[in-house]
């Protein structure tokens, strides 16, 4: 049972490596970029990718860890039976997203693709960065819900987790790419401002989430 805590708090602690805030964009667009001559946007579309690539290798990592401690918790309470049903369906939901639904975008993989295909890829790029967030958080959402579910079954917690969805970060690929377009892409810029601070703007209420769990585990 030990391990199995310690395993939640290391897939925590790594937040303090991957879920970091970046560069003001504000700054960047308006003075590292040019100064750079357009260079750091190399960089910062390499950092972007990676920070979510390791955002999801994480939580995925969390999330595995967080079943294994449900799993040996009831186990030890001779509760298992009444949640293996529950439990099973859990982590195939888990893992059914991380194979089908959530991949990591692999900025070295993307960065050669956009040379060979001359751009091209670099729109598939854009469409995963703009949705990526809110997949995340559906993911959350789906997943507190039914792990609350299972841990009230068998007495770990009295009120449910709670996540709240930032549906804001559901946007219409197509409609910010042909506002892009008719606005000679100054709505690029938004579009660039809101996928630069996605994260930052979402990290505190993964945080809060995990919090709790953790805080449940310990008692």
Request: proline content about 2%.
């Amino acid at each position: 049972m030990i391990q199995a805590i310690q395993k939640i708090e290391r897939s925590i602690k790594e937040r303090r490596d991957v879920d970091v805030p970046f560069m003001n964009w504000w700054l960047y667009i308006f003075i590292v970029h040019p100064v750079t001559l357009g260079i750091y946007g190399i960089i910062l579309f390499i950092k972007r990718t990676r920070r979510v690539d390791k955002f999801i290798v994480r939580k995925r990592d969390y999330y595995q860890s967080v079943l294994d401690y449900t799993e040996r918790y009831c186990q030890d309470k001779n509760v298992y039976d009444n949640i293996r049903n529950d439990l099973n369906d859990l982590k195939e939901f888990v893992n059914g997203n991380f194979s089908k639904n959530i991949k990591e975008i692999k900025a070295g993989i993307s960065s050669l693709l956009i040379i060979i295909t001359l751009g091209i890829w670099g729109f598939i790029w854009l469409y995963k960065m703009n949705i990526i967030w809110y997949k995340l958080q559906k993911l959350e959402q789906d997943f507190d819900d039914k792990l609350s579910q299972i841990w009230t079954k068998v007495g770990l917690i009295k009120y449910p987790l709670t996540f709240n969805l930032d549906s804001s970060k559901k946007r219409s690929y197509a409609l910010y790419l042909i506002l892009s377009i008719i606005t000679f892409s100054i709505w690029g810029l938004v579009w660039d401002y809101k996928i630069h601070t996605d994260p930052e703007n979402l990290y505190k209420e993964f945080h809060s989430t995990e919090d709790t769990v953790l805080q449940t585990v310990r008692q």
